[in-house]
């Protein structure tokens, strides 16, 4: 199937847009501020025991609503070695939640046992703040049998048991074995998505737990869709990502197939009704080519999947695709040969992508044939179907000045608002290896900005290291959220400090309060954004004095025109109201639009991510 793509008008008003950026970008670097959380010496929820320095801590993930879950290894428990676990939730200015400890007993006998530390996204949390996590137990009536669990809590009093090992897996004759780390999302009752070991094989299913209701989605040796074999097994290194709104999930699997290697890889979507292929190798590949192996699925609120593809022939190499929900035909963000959107060398490999609600694709890149050879070969992108926007290039002065971009984290951030979260090594720094290293936050308004750089000073201690962006977020591992806020454990030299900041630009605009820029510049803001509707549009026509002729109007991504907002003359500065509606007065479906804006002189375009149905 063809991929939409924008009018030949609309294209050029995007071009035009995207020519205009950089007058609407702030000139003046961007400074974070780091908020605590939770710190060295502060007391445990409960008051028995305190936290500790920074390795005590795991790694956090925070929700919309600013609230971080964190594991942590006490000290001063009353009960030593035995209770010193932790897994709490956390709000700057408010009481800590305690969601999990070590030896805290189940209704059912036995105990939470040790390990509720420092596993990769063991933990999750969506935004009504429910965590959820795999656990291992002891003491349990059946000893080695029924040793291990899901769960998710709120906090005290809270508890759900979502599947428990021993018990007899849904769809199966065999019991549960194993549990690999959970996903959540953000419905009523919260939906949790995880691998289970079922038998002696593991993993052997997908299942999604709605409080006590567990449903099999997607297992070993079920049929494939198409007729061409069948599942062999799951790509368990990443876990079944979990749709925001929707007990549907997209998972990697190997396949049984009827045609060798070349079509034994599939990225399917499971739900309870069935599995569908979102790309197989062997089947056509948006922009050209086949696929080979699609891997590393993450799927929005759209129901979209972004994933990292190989293409054959091997020559052709890998890129970057969209594919499995609104975007008809699926869409080719990037691939191997594709010049960088600077023209400084070709893409050569990538990262596995992150994916925000508006269907923008954030990833690191390495790239050939640049004009710094090994100095300028790797960069931070966001891109759609679109356009392609470079983020970040390795040897750029960083915004804080005091050095240059020497290479970037494997993963990357993205929230709703399309703001693109990274972490980078540095070079040419003052302070040599105290200050070489950075966690950046990239706005389409207002640029680059610091949010916390190895040699920062936080409340009289000098920042020594830090750690955030450990995984990709595959449903409630979320390390920025949709207020551009973002968080990590800092280590900070000397005793006491160490803890969980969330960190935030100031000067960075927010999802529902965009920067105010030069009026000579020009400015277009939408707000909220995503949202249901009604959307609050603002700007400011570049020179903003007198009254100019002027044209907003709202298009599909097929560059149709599906509202006509305002047609006549108008001063320099304003608003208008779109209710998500069509010309029609009918709501139209959640989705990608596009406000555009025209004058005599100018034209420029903002994107508006409708979320409502």
Sequence with gaps: ??????????????????????????????????????????????????????????????????????????????????????????????????????????????????????????????????????????????????????????????????????????????????????????????????????????????????????????????????????????????????????????????????????DDGGLLKARPAGISIVARGGNPAPGGGIYDN????????????????????????????????SVIGGARIAVKGQAAPDHNGTFASFQHPSLSAGNLVSFRASLTGTAGGGFDDSGIYRGDSLILIQVAREDEPVPEGGGRFASFGNVTGINAAGQVLFTANLRGTPGGSGDDYGLYLWDEADGLCKLLREGDVIDGRTVADFSTLGARDYGGYRCLNDAGEAVARVDLSGIGGDGVYILTCPATAAVTAPAPVPPAAGWLGVAPNPGTGPFRLSYVLPGAAGVSPLEVSVHDVAGRLVRALFSGEAIGRGELTWDGTGDGGRPLPRGVYFLRLMTPDATMVRRIVRIGS
């Design 1 to 262: 199937m063809k991929v939409h793509a924008l009018s030949a008008r609309l294209a050029s008003a995007l071009a035009t847009a995207l020519a205009l950026a950089p007058l609407l970008t702030n000139p003046q670097p961007a400074h974070g501020a780091a908020i605590p959380v939770a710190r060295d010496g502060e007391a445990a929820p409960d008051g028995n025991g305190v936290y500790g320095s920074y390795t005590s801590f795991g790694d956090p993930c925070l929700n919309d609503a600013g609230q971080v879950a964190f594991s942590a290894r006490l000290t001063g428990t009353a009960g030593g070695t035995a209770d010193d676990e932790v897994i709490t939730r956390a709000r700057a200015g408010a009481p800590d939640t305690s969601i999990v400890r070590e030896g805290e007993a189940l209704p059912i006998g036995g105990a939470f046992a040790s390990g509720l530390h420092f596993v990769t996204r063991q933990y999750v949390m969506n935004n009504g703040g429910r965590v959820a996590f795999a656990a291992n137990l002891t003491g349990t009536p059946g000893g080695t049998t029924d040793n291990a669990g899901m769960y998710s809590s709120e906090g005290p009093g809270t508890l759900i048991q979502h599947a428990r090992k021993g018990t007899t897996a849904p769809g199966f004759a065999s019991p549960f074995a194993s549990f690999y780390p959970p996903q959540i999302n953000n419905q009523v009752p919260a939906n949790v998505s995880f691998f289970a070991g079922v038998g002696t094989t593991g993993p052997g299913a997908v299942y999604v737990a709605a409080a006590t209701t567990l449903t099999r989605l997607a297992y070993g040796g079920q049929l494939m869709p198409d007729g061409n074999g069948s599942i062999r097994q799951f790509y368990d290194t990443d876990p079944p990502a979990l749709r925001p709104n929707s007990n549907e999930v997209a998972v990697m699997a190997w396949l049984w197939s009827n045609n060798g290697t070349l």
């Design 294 to 325: 699609p891997w590393g699925p993450v799927i929005n609120i759209l129901g979209n999947a972004a994933f990292l593809a190989t293409r054959y022939p091997t020559s052709d190499g890998e890129g970057i695709y969209l594919a499995g929900g």
